[in-house]
């Protein structure tokens, strides 16, 4: 029997408008069994515009959905809809394109769902609440439960640290406490992000022995530990350092990249290229390399360390409800992130505040100072969706090597740092 959705998060709307940036960005994956059945619906050849429906991609060592000259899925109509969806039914796609942008973690005895904000429409939270979706979410887990019968159930929590295990009932609450910080309307956003990395690093030192009493009343001191001690200036906070500029700007590249879709920049031209932009994101100095189209073209990096000044009220419920959706579907951590533990993939998660702040500022860095900055929130949902195209789904944000980088970021202090600075 399959295990229930029970948390669909309640801040979050969503619907499909065929905007078709799925089917333009990314390459879709086909199991055998899919690709047998998209064989027997006979697709003229014509249709297709005279290419085959598959194509081997040896980055994931299988089959998956051919695209067009102009990048798009060959199923994909002049209507902007799929072809398979419309003379087929939603069931007739493959699992990957049904269950986009849903996310799924199985947590004990039940599913919880979230969604991956690279999708515009759940970005912009346009569409129905996620609870009118709840009977094709639960049709989602299925498909995936079948891939690995029983799993589901038997997945174990996510570690706080490596061999310090809770059972998920406390993994939750930890969850939820981090939410809590994240929901306070009370106070910027940025200082919320402080409270989050200061709730972490008061907690990270606790043993298990520690907490065997029950966390919850330790928790709820944690939490009102977190709000007395951090900072509520972030100019009383020095600047990032050397290093964790440098670390800092690494993880920014990595976010900034776009190698498919209509949005690709100057990475997939060639590995010499590659290097260069690395070596430009290394110094931090000159011209930020267009990575990604929506860079605009001679950027600076002095430009992108300039002051944005405080969020207004549409962007920070914007940014609420996308840390919220992450933190309550547990997207962050476990299985659906690399399997980090807790709490280093809360801080691969905090993380990417500076980065979508630094993104927003170099996506506006051409403004002319005299000019208001308007569509700020347009903006700043281009920042998210470009970061979210990767966090939890872009392999070397998964690496030992970059997950060693978040770990010195946060053991030097240097990721509060770098979310005051990036909230100026």
């Known amino acids: 029997m399959s295990l229930p959705v029970r948390s669909l998060p309640v801040i979050q709307n969503w619907d499909c408008h065929s905007c078709s940036d799925c089917c333009r960005t990314y390459h879709v994956r086909v199991t055998p069994e899919e690709q047998q059945r998209i064989i027997q619906q006979n697709w003229d050849d014509s249709v297709l515009g005279g290419r085959p429906a598959f194509i081997w991609e040896p980055a994931i060592g299988s089959e998956r959905l051919n695209h067009t000259a102009d990048g798009a899925c060959v199923f994909l109509g002049p209507d902007q809809r799929c ?4 003379r087929f039914g939603p069931e007739a796609k493959p699992a990957a394109c049904r269950i986009y942008p849903f996310t799924l973690a199985a947590v004990g005895d039940h599913w919880r769902a979230g969604l991956r904000y ?4 759940a970005a912009e939270n346009r569409g129905r609440p996620l609870s ?5 979410v639960a049709v989602y887990a299925d498909l995936v439960e079948q891939e690995s ?3 589901a159930a038997k ?3 996510p570690p706080l640290h490596p061999g310090q295990n809770l059972p998920w009932e406390d993994i939750l609450r930890f969850a939820d406490t981090v939410d809590d910080l994240l929901a306070d309307p009370r106070v910027p956003f940025g200082l ?3 409270r989050v990395l200061t709730f972490a690093q008061l907690a990270k030192p606790m043993r298990s022995a520690a907490l065997a009493g029950g966390v919850r009343p330790i928790l709820k001191v944690l939490a009102a530990a977190a709000i ?3 900072p509520t200036d972030p100019a009383t906070l020095s600047p990032p350092g050397w290093v964790g500029r440098m670390l800092f700007r690494q993880a920014a590249m990595v976010y900034a990249r776009k190698d498919n879709g209509p949005d690709a920049g100057v990475g997939r031209t060639g590995k010499l290229t590659r290097f260069w932009a690395a070596w430009q994101f290394a ?4 011209t930020i390399p267009r990575l990604h189209r929506a860079i605009p073209e001679r950027t600076t990096f002095a430009q992108a360390e300039t002051p944005w000044g405080e969020l207004d009220s549409e962007s920070t419920q914007f940014l609420t409800r996308y840390y919220r959706v992450k933190v309550q579907s547990l997207q962050f951590c476990g299985r659906p992130h690399f399997g980090t533990t807790f709490w280093m993939g809360l801080d691969c998660l905090m993380l990417t505040f500076p980065v979508v702040m630094w993104l927003n500022r170099v996506l506006t860095a051409t403004v002319l100072p005299s000019t208001p900055r308007a569509s700020s929130l347009a903006t700043l949902i281009r920042a998210v969706r470009m970061a979210d195209d990767h966090f939890g789904y872009n392999t070397v944000l998964g690496t030992a090597r970059q997950l060693r980088a978040v770990r010195i970021l946060a053991e030097r202090g240097e990721l509060a740092r770098l979310a005051a600075w990036y909230s100026r």
């Open 83 to 86: 072809r398979i969806h419309a």
């Open 118 to 121: 690279a999708c515009p429409s």
């Open 132 to 136: 009118d979706h709840a009977a094709e």
């Open 149 to 151: 019968p029983g799993a």
């Open 155 to 157: 997945e174990p929590p």
């Open 192 to 194: 919320r992000i402080r």
């Open 228 to 230: 007395e001690e951090t």
């Open 283 to 286: 110094t931090g100095r000159g």
